[in-house]
Structure formats: C-alpha cells, structure tokens
C-alpha cells in the first residue's frame, strides 16, 4: 500500500473582499486545550473518479471553494501567538499573506476498509487537522459544512446562511473571576511542545464503529425510567455513553486476571457547549471554544456489577444536570479545576457530539460513506468519538480505538448485552404476536394426517395442544455479509438460520407431520432473521405469505388487529374447489404409491461434501426491462405476452442454459425446461378468494431445445416461449380441472431438464 504526493500547496483567502488582519485574544475557555493539541478527523467519499479528472477538476474546483471559505474563517488561516516569556496574552493572530497547508495524494490503499486523498475509481478523502485552541467542534463543523456547501455550488456564496457565518467578538465573554489570566499563567508553567502536539498511536491499536440503534437506546431509557423514574437527565447520549462505559470497564476485566479494586473511581468525561447558557446567550456562531468539561464518577466495583448500566447513566445525567444549572459554575471555571485533578488513566473521556451531524456534507459527490475521529488514538487514557448515523434518524455511531485483545472484549461484551434486550424484549413480543396469528392460521399449529395404510384421505388435522416448534437463538454470523446483495454467499452459510422440522410420527398405519416450524435468530446490533420452514402439502406461497405478513402486522400493533384492513384472515372451505374428473383420488392414490421418496427426508440439504454450491441475488432494473421488452416487441410486436416477468424469466432461462454449456457438451437436441407456479384462485369459475388456504398452483412449463436457447436469438425464444406458454394456458379453461397440467409437468420431469422453478404472483 502506497501513497503518492500529488501537490502540496498553500491556500489562502482571495486578495479582495475578506479581512486585511485578525487578532482575536483567547479565552479562558481556550486555554484547557493547549494540552490536547489537534483535531484530527477523516471524511470518505465514494466517488468513481480516474486521476485525470481529480486533477484538473476535483482539486481546482476545492482550492477554490476553500479560499472563499477561508474569507469566512480566516483565523483558521493565521497562527497562535503564545507569548511564553513575558506578561502578554495568546491570541489567534491572521495577517495577509497567511496561508493553509493543503495536501493532495494518491493511494492504492483499500478505500472500502480504511490532506486530500484520492482512492482511483473508489473515492476521495478529506483529512482534516486543526487547533483545539483555536475553536471547538461546533466551529469546524461548520466550517466544513461551508466549504462543502461552496464547492457543491461552484463558489456562489448566497447560499450560506447566517449561521455558518462566524461571529468574531470576543467581549461577548465575560471573565468576572479573572480566570483567563489565572488559567494563562497556570499553563505557561507546563506548556508542552506545541510543535509535536500529535501522537503517533500505539502500533497494538486497533479501530471500530459501534451503531446505537434508535430502538434500542429506547428500550434502554425504559429500562432506566422503570428503574429510575425520578431521574431527571435521560438521553441518548447519556444512555449511548454509559453504556459504552460500562462495557469498556468490563471488557478490561474481561482480559486481565487484576482483582477489581472497589476504592478506585472510574471517570467519564464528557463537554458541554456553553453558548445558550451563558448570559446573555452567544450566538451559536461565536468563534472559539465554548465548552466546559463534565466529570463523572463512579466506583470500579459499581460499574461492573449487575447495576453497573443504571449507575452509569445515573452519574453522568446527574453531573451533567449539576454543572449546567448553575451559570456561576461556569464563569468561575470549577469544572477546569476538576478535570485537572483526574487520573487520566481511569478516565473515557468523549470526542464529537450528537448534534453534529458531519454525514450530511455534501461536496457534490453526495453524502460521505465513512466518518473517522483519528484523534482518538492520541488519548493517554480511552477516548470514544459519537455522532449521529449516516443512515436512520436517531440512530448513534460510536467509535473507539483500543488494543486489539481488549477490543475483541469489548465487542463480545457490547453484542452480549444488546443481546439482554433480545430476551427482554423482542421475544415476548413475537411470541405473544404468532400465538394471536396461529389463532387465525390453526392448520399451520396442526399436523398432516396420511392414512398411507388405509383407504383413508389426507388431511390437516388441529386439535387442542398441538403447537408450533418456535427457536431463538444468537450468532456471531457476519449480518450485513449475509443480506449483501455484492456478494455470492456459499449456501451453506444460510442453513445455520432455518429450522429444523420435527420428525413425522406414526400410529398405526397413520402419520402425523408437523407442518411449521420458525427460527428467530439475533445478530446482535445489526439485525434478526426469522426463518419459516413449512410444508407445502399445507398451503403454497399465498397462504405462507399471508401468514408471515399477519405475524408481522400483530407484532408492530401490539397484538391489536381491530379495524385494519391488511390483517388477512384465511379462508377455509375447500367446497368450493371443484374435481369433476376425480383428479384428487387419483393423485393420492398415486403418492401413496412413492410414500417413502416423498416423506422420508422432507427437509432437503446439499450434501456436506458440495461445497461449490453459491448464492447469488440479481437485480434487473427497471430501465433495463423496458429495453429488453422494447427489443422483443421490435422483432415480434404481435406477442401477446410481454411482461417484466416474461423478459426476466427468458433473460435468466436463457443466461442458465448458456452457462451450463460453458463447462460441458451437451447433446444439441435436449429440451430445456422452464417451469412456472401460477396462483390459480383468480381462474377459477367462479373465482376463489385471494385468502383461500390451502395450494392453489397450476404449473405452465415451456420447453425448448437446448440448441436454440444458447444461440445468439436466445434470448428472444426464451422469452417467446414463455410468453406464449403463459398466453395459450391462461385462455385454456380446461387445462387444469381435466389434470392437462399435471401430464405437462410429469412428461417435462422425465424428458427435459429444468433451469428455472419459478413463482408468479400475477401474469
């Protein structure tokens, strides 16, 4: 992996049009912050950009758009004078012809793992390192969010608004306590090296991102205000924090064998931003540091015990409540005594906030794929950075930077109890939800009755006591491998997540087979799989998606399915599917007759030793499908046929078979198969309900020979053939009460070879 300098440059602001100098003194809320040094975050971009184009465009167009910012900002522009040896005060200094450093660069680093830095034909980074003496999160915020702003619209400055225009006056900040001189004289004592303020991490470091989802932090308040419904400061961020708090002191415990010292006191440190509460207020504009830091304590002993999490938001809300109430705390700076009086060591101290919402600077390119807070890593004790999620509201992102083994730790303690919540909170509910459904879907709770020994029919029996085989279960599994429509899984990394059904029974010459069975798996903090295994004997798409889509709409309402319209309540008479020709006699008669292939192993898997069995999801859009139907009808306007469904089923029948011939001969004359399942309830005269339960499917199979699917028409004969297929059937009213369809099907079992099994909901 290498890195490599295109231009390093000085930009400064225009000549004309911003200020000639700038001297503004600093506060006493700047002074604290001489001993943290810089400001370092990163944001990534996915951008699909040769080096050419970076070139000539990206970089001239934000050379540009960051002079004109830097008009607006210039003392990000100028220097901090610290005047160490005499008895002046530091100030931020800018005079004309001050300039900043901008660097720009090519890597070949992996843009999707991970100065101005481009990823050729992945994306771009921005890299940004400032001060903190010189101004606070909310000022760089902005000043981001300005050049973003400026670079998307090509430099047309109207479009800021007053609040991302800074406010420069440094009398709105009232030192009644003479705190800046004291403070100022306390720091030339034991100033460090301001010119190696950055810390090179320990090379053991490692990085990762936490998502607090929005769900969660509210069964967490819950559980707080059960607990604790007189406390006054519930938020997300004292709930997001402590949280993270409390798994970051067990995780240590977690990997060293150190009894837990119960005298030693654990800190959370955390800012707050002053503007709106000084008085008068500042504007949210002010430029500078606005912030007094928040010190939190609690016991080692406390955080990990079994109450560790309610004490942990229990101190950090009451701090937070003591220290802002109180205007005369603030001015008389006793929050920058306390926090020089913290051991470090035991201290988690927080970067960033909820309120900044960095995901939303937009350069043009669109919204930023990746936010990372690097100075985290300089920390002497622990730092977490938090801001909002890029991709839901209210959801938080966490990032942490700590050595790997207690990272390892930390992430199995965090998923472990999120995972609590699962317990809590989730099952309950499902189960509570499909006990209400399966009172609606009572054949799905039952077994299937064969009499294979008797003259006897089948049936679906229920009877009091009979109940659905329901498992929950917790994985480590990768979540968002899993649901990635980029990648082509291995089958078998899915069958982990379905359920096993429950062995058939037998009692004198009659079996009982269970018909359901659900699986609700959790991959903690990223999502739940619920996997329904049934038999299709019982009902086929229709009816199991009715079922699901039931479930599901209980679950959401609490149980309450009064007054909606989406609840589906199933249909049960089965007089009125007709069977003039004794079709269902002569099936049964034939099933029992293959009893033991067709009900010894109903759940079928792929052998243990085929391991090139994959996965894949295709998507077509829809664009695409208009110029594939286009193209059909071009050649053949005349087809009666001509769905999406039609051009995607020939599309794919016809890419199948191609692909088949790639790795072996086969005989030109073969006929390939494309099988279909058409939900019939419409068809019938008269016509079946849409809720009706039970299997409605007809099968329409088209059938071609192998030599003039994988031809350069293809395509269009597949397509044409299923078409036409679907066209001749549906005018057939015959076709399936005289068991035609079942002839098809078997004659196409025997003869061809099938590629495609598809359902149709509608044709």
Same mark, same amino acid.
């Given at each position: ?44 971009? *996915? ?47 800018? =005079? ?30 921005? !890299? ?21 702003? @400026? ?79 007189? @406390?006054?400061? =519930? ?52 430029? !500078? ?23 942990? =938001? ?10 802002? *109430? ?54 002497? !004790? ?35 109890? @999120? ?48 109940? =659905? ?18 990648? $082509? ?38 999502? $739940? ?193 299923? !078409? ?17 369809? @079942? ?21």
């Amino acid at each position: 992996m290498t890195s490599l300098l295109i231009e390093q440059c000085q930009v400064a602001p225009p000549p004309h049009g911003g200020a000639a100098e700038l001297t503004l003194p600093l506060t006493y809320f700047d002074h604290m912050w001489f001993v943290f040094g810089y400001m370092r975050r990163i944001l990534f971009y *996915k951008l699909s950009i040769s080096k050419l184009d970076f070139v000539q465009n990206i970089i001239p167009t934000l050379k540009h758009s960051l002079s004109l910012t830097l008009k607006h900002y210039t003392p990000l522009v100028g220097n901090i004078a610290c005047p160490l040896n005499s008895s002046g005060y530091p100030e931020l200094c800018y =005079v004309t012809g001050d300039s900043v450093s901008d660097t720009f660069t090519e890597t070949d680093m992996d843009f999707n793992h991970l100065i101005v830095t481009l990823f050729p034909n992945l994306g771009i980074s921005i !890299g940004f390192s400032n001060h903190h003496v010189a101004c606070d999160g909310n000022i760089i915020v902005k000043f981001i969010r300005t050049w973003g702003l @400026l670079n998307k619209l090509r430099g047309d400055e109207q479009c800021l608004a007053n609040e991302l225009i800074p406010f420069y006056d440094r009398s709105v900040i009232k030192d009644p306590y003479k705190q800046g001189t004291i403070i100022w004289d306390e720091m030339k004592q034991n100033m460090p090296e301001i010119g190696d303020i950055i810390v090179i991490p320990p090379l053991d470091r490692v990085r990762g991102t936490f998502i607090m989802e929005r769900n969660n932090i509210v069964k967490l308040k819950n559980l707080i205000l059960s607990r604790r419904p007189n @406390l006054s400061y =519930v938020t997300s961020f004292t709930i997001t924090c402590a949280y993270i708090w409390t798994c970051l002191i067990k995780s240590k415990f977690a990997i060293e064998d150190e009894m837990i010292d119960e005298d030693v006191m654990e800190i959370f440190g955390c800012v707050a931003d002053c503007r709106s509460r000084l008085n008068p207020p500042l504007p949210q504009s002010y430029f !500078g540091n606005c912030l007094v830091t928040i010190a939190s304590k609690a016991s080692r002993v406390e955080l990990v015990g079994k109450e560790g999490f309610i004490t942990a =938001v229990e101190v950090i809300g009451e701090a937070i409540k003591s220290q802002m *109430k109180d205007v005369e705390l603030i001015l008389n700076c006793s929050w920058y005594r306390e926090f020089c009086g913290i051991n470090m060591k035991h201290t988690l101290s927080v970067s960033g906030s909820p309120k900044f919402n960095l995901y939303e600077v937009d350069f043009g390119w669109g919204r930023p794929e990746k936010i990372e807070i690097i100075s985290i890593d300089n920390s002497s !004790g622990i730092s977490m950075s938090i801001s909002k999620y890029k991709d839901s509201h209210g959801d938080l992102e966490v990032g942490l930077s700590l050595p790997k083994t207690r990272m390892n730790a930390f992430v199995a303690i965090f998923n472990h109890g @999120l995972s609590f919540f699962f317990i809590q909170n989730i099952i309950p509910t499902l189960k509570h939800s499909l006990s209400l459904t399966l009172k609606h879907y009572l054949p799905l709770v039952g077994n299937l009755v064969c009499p294979w020994n008797s003259t006897g029919y089948p049936e679906l029996r229920y009877v009091p006591g009979d109940s =659905v085989s329901v498992t929950f279960s917790e994985t480590d599994k990768d979540f968002d491998y899993l649901v990635s429509y980029d990648h $082509i899984h291995n089958a078998k990394d899915f069958h982990p997540f379905v359920p096993k059904m429950a062995e058939p029974k037998d009692a004198s010459g009659v079996q009982f087979t269970p018909v359901l069975a659900i699986q609700v798996t959790l991959f903690p903090n990223h999502g $739940i799989s619920i996997s329904c295994i049934s038999h299709h004997v019982v009902g086929d798409e229709s009816t199991i998606v009715g079922f699901i889509n039931s479930w599901a709409l209980l679950n959401k309402n609490k149980g309450n399915d009064d007054h909606d319209d989406k609840f589906i309540v199933p249909f049960y008479d089965r007089s009125i599917v007709k069977d003039p020709y004794g079709l269902g006699d002569c099936i049964w008669e034939e099933t029992k007759k293959h009893k033991k292939e067709m009900m010894s192993d109903i759940i079928v898997t792929p052998p243990d030793n085929n391991n090139n069995m994959v996965r894949g999801t295709f998507t077509i859009r829809r664009d695409h499908i208009e110029k594939l139907k286009n193209l059909i009808l071009l050649t053949r306007p005349s087809l009666a046929h001509v769905t999406s469904y039609t051009v995607v089923g020939g599309y794919a029948w016809s890419c199948l078979v191609k692909s088949e011939g790639a790795n072996e001969i086969i005989n030109e004359n073969v006929m390939e198969c494309f099988g279909c399942g058409v939900n019939y309830r419409a068809r019938f005269d008269p016509p079946l309900p849409s809720s009706y339960f039970g299997n409605c499917i007809i099968w329409y199979i088209a059938s071609k020979k192998h030599v003039d699917l994988v031809g350069d028409e293809g395509f269009r004969v597949a397509t044409e053939s299923i !078409g036409e297929i679907i066209y001749e059937r549906n005018k057939d009213k015959e076709y399936v009460s005289n068991g035609e369809w @079942l002839k098809e099907v078997g004659g196409a079992s025997n003869e061809g070879r099938y590629l495609c099994d598809c359902w149709i909901a509608k044709i």
